[in-house]
Nanobody, 123 residues
Framework: VQLQASGGGLVQAGGSLRLSCAAS????????MGWFRQAPGKERGFVAT????????AYAGSVKGRFTISRDNAKNTVYLQMNSLKPEDTAVYYC?????????????????WGQGTQVTVSS
C-alpha cells in the first residue's frame, strides 16, 4: 500500500489543522493505521492509531483530548483532526499502515509509511 499525507501547514497556537492520508490499493480497510511525528532533533514518536473498522483508537498522552483520528474506508483515507495546537506539536507528521487488526503504538509494527507533512505551530 502507498500512503500520501497532506494537510500540514503553519498555524498559531490554539488553532486547528486536519491532516489526511490517502492510501492506494483495494485492501485499505484491512490495515490498522497510525499517525506518528518527528520534531527536529528528536526520535519519531507515536501520536494516534485506529483499527481497520474505526471502532478502536488510542492516543499518546500528550495529544489525548485534543487530537482525533478517524478513517473513511470508502475513500481509502485516514484523518487526524488536531485542535488546540501548541508549539510543542511542531513536527513532521507521518501516517503509517500495519497488516494487523488491532491498534498499535509501536513504530516497528508498521509496514508502510507515507512521506510526511510539516506542521508548524507558532506561539
Amino acid at each position: 500500500v502507498q500512503l500520501q499525507a497532506s494537510g500540514g501547514g503553519l498555524v498559531q497556537a490554539g488553532g486547528s489543522l486536519r491532516l489526511s492520508c490517502a492510501a492506494s490499493g483495494r485492501t485499505f480497510s484491512r490495515y490498522t493505521m497510525g499517525w506518528f511525528r518527528q520534531a527536529p532533533g528528536k526520535e519519531r514518536g507515536f501520536v494516534a492509531t485506529i483499527n481497520w473498522s474505526g471502532d478502536s483508537t488510542a492516543y499518546a498522552g500528550s495529544v489525548k483530548g485534543r487530537f482525533t483520528i478517524s478513517r473513511d474506508n470508502a475513500k481509502n483515507t485516514v484523518y487526524l483532526q488536531m485542535n488546540s495546537l501548541k508549539p510543542e506539536d511542531t513536527a513532521v507528521y507521518y501516517c503509517a499502515a500495519r497488516s494487523g487488526s488491532t491498534p498499535s503504538s509501536r513504530i516497528s509494527e508498521y509496514n508502510y509509511w507515507g512521506q510526511g507533512t510539516q506542521v508548524t505551530v507558532s506561539s
